[in-house]
């Protein structure tokens, strides 16, 4: 599986949005952009993922630029409760294929 | 509906001393994965059943860690003979081809 870049930390003001960036420069054509989360003391939580064209769900948004190299996770209106460790994972998109966490990026959302 | 469940939340053993811990997947959802999560770092994974069936158990550490999932469902994590390096939180995943949705992890202490 290709590696991730992230930031170490951010901060966002609550109520704006946070955008977190992922560099990606090796990725393989049939590798999907995963992100995850992952809360003091709970275990990871998926948000969102995609392959090539920008997606949106209840969470986030996930642009994905035209080369595939980078991404950006947008959460929209950031909230106390989205303070957390938001980690980048490429991989392909079949059985049994483990998760290969990086160090992430500490998100800490600030009143 | 229901998703990942683990049991126990919390675990204190003495060194030397057998542990198992449980995990109930989301129901139908065929793949099934172990991570550790030493304190500070990323998930790191252990093993990975399809089904009944475990299909990789690269990243057990030792010969003292076993899994095992019998009826292709509730699965168990056992470590015997515990020892200090053992501690940190055992998550468990499960999913069907994308994403994987974790259980909250058992934080095992061993002392």
């Known amino acids: 599986d290709a590696k991730t870049t992230q930031p170490p930390s951010m901060d966002c003001a609550e109520g704006r949005a946070a955008n977190l960036p992922c560099n990606h420069s090796t990725i393989s054509g049939n590798e999907y952009v995963y992100w995850y989360r992952q809360i003091h003391s709970q275990g990871p939580q998926y948000i969102i993922h995609g392959l090539k064209n920008n997606e949106t769900n209840e969470m986030a948004s996930l642009i994905i630029t035209e080369d595939r190299k980078s991404s950006t996770l947008i959460l929209p209106h950031a909230t106390l409760r989205d303070t957390a460790v938001y980690y980048c994972i490429v991989r392909v998109r079949e059985y049994g294929n483990k998760l290969v966490f990086g160090a992430g990026t500490i998100l800490r959302v600030k009143s | 509906g229901a998703g990942v469940s683990q049991s126990p939340r919390y675990k204190v053993a003495k060194r030397g001393q057998d542990v198992a811990l449980r995990c109930d997947p989301i129901s139908g959802h065929v793949s099934l994965f172990w991570y550790q999560q030493a304190l500070g770092q990323g998930p790191e994974f252990l093993t990975y059943f399809q089904n009944e069936a475990q299909l990789d158990k690269s990243g057990l550490p030792s010969d003292r860690f076993f899994a095992e999932r019998p009826e292709g469902s509730v699965s168990t994590l056992k470590i015997q003979r515990t020892q200090q390096e053992d501690s940190a939180v055992y998550l468990c995943?499960?999913?069907?081809?994308?994403?994987?949705?974790f259980g909250p992890g058992t934080r095992l202490l061993v002392l």
């Open positions: 995943a499960s999913s069907l081809i994308g994403a994987q949705y």
